[in-house]
């Protein structure tokens, strides 16, 4: 299907969703409402469930509690966006958006279409409040129930979430579905490990979870590593240990955590 044929059948997929706050509804509630619940404790002991107000000026995080963590947050979403706006009649799914700050940066002057997905309710309330336009809308759902129609994505963005999904390889595998031939996906600012530093990474998740308060949260965050990566097709496009040295000396402030493109493969 070329890209209106494409279009046209994911408008008469959202038809078919009901329609709550202007969130689409493909979503059973029971499913993920045990994740939703811890993750949205734990942000608020984060003191990340940030005002309407803050969220639609992110990712400029000035007035948010992390403000460091922010500018390498806005340095990295310029990059990605700087990429997806050399493409033209697309559509990309953001999965994990929560309150759709990312999806909105890439939507911002493109005529693409946008499509913010995520198991939290709550976040997606408030990314609809905030994010209107015509190429962009929000979607309730879990990626592996909603019956998406095939190839029917050119992109896939994933930022700071693809820890939350246990098994990477049945992920991949999906989304792999969901695109178009020549299709890819995008896995932004999350970190990944060397198989021997698994171990110390949970100990640490663990630690972090009980300190903040919210133990259970640590049974929802998996810590994946390069050599799952391997099975795919994929490169860097951000590496965050290229010039690390220079940047220390200078004092440039940038993501510790790679930027990963996985291309579809074509069997």
């Known amino acids: 299907m070329d890209f209106a044929e494409r279009h046209i059948a994911l408008i008469k997929f959202l038809e078919r969703c009901p329609v709550t706050d202007s ?43 992390q403000p460091d963590e922010w500018k390498k947050r806005k340095r990295s979403a310029q990059r990605v966006q700087k990429y997806f706006s050399k493409v033209e009649e697309v559509i990309i799914l953001d999965l994990g958006c929560g309150n759709g700050w990312f999806t909105n940066v890439l939507a911002k002057n493109s005529q693409n279409i946008f499509i913010g997905m995520d198991v939290n309710a709550h976040e997606l309330k408030q990314a609809t409040r905030l994010f209107q336009s015509p190429n962009l809308c929000f979607l309730h759902g879990d990626i592996f129930e909603t019956p998406f129609p095939l190839a029917i994505f050119d992109y896939v963005t994933i930022n700071a979430a693809v820890q939350y999904f246990p098994d990477l390889g049945r992920l991949i595998f999906r989304l792999n579905e969901l695109l178009k031939e020549s299709g890819e ?11 021997h530093e698994i171990g110390d990474a949970r100990k ?50 940038d993501m510790p955590f790679p930027w990963i493109r996985i291309k579809k493969e074509i069997n």
Do not use: C, W
């Open 23 to 65: 969130v689409y509804i493909y979503a059973e509630e029971h499913g993920f409402s045990a994740f939703e619940k811890s993750y949205i404790e734990t942000r608020k002991k984060e003191n990340r469930v940030y005002s309407d107000e803050i969220v639609a000026q992110l990712p400029d995080g000035s007035f948010t509690s």
């Open 185 to 195: 996906v995008h896995i932004i600012d999350s970190p990944f490990y060397k198989g």
């Open 204 to 253: 640490r998740t663990e630690n972090y979870y009980s300190q903040v308060g919210n133990v259970e949260m640590a049974d929802f965050y998996f810590h994946h590593s390069f050599d799952e990566l391997k099975k795919f097709k994929f490169d860097m496009l951000y590496n965050p240990d290229e010039g690390k040295i220079i940047k220390k000396i200078l004092g440039k402030k």
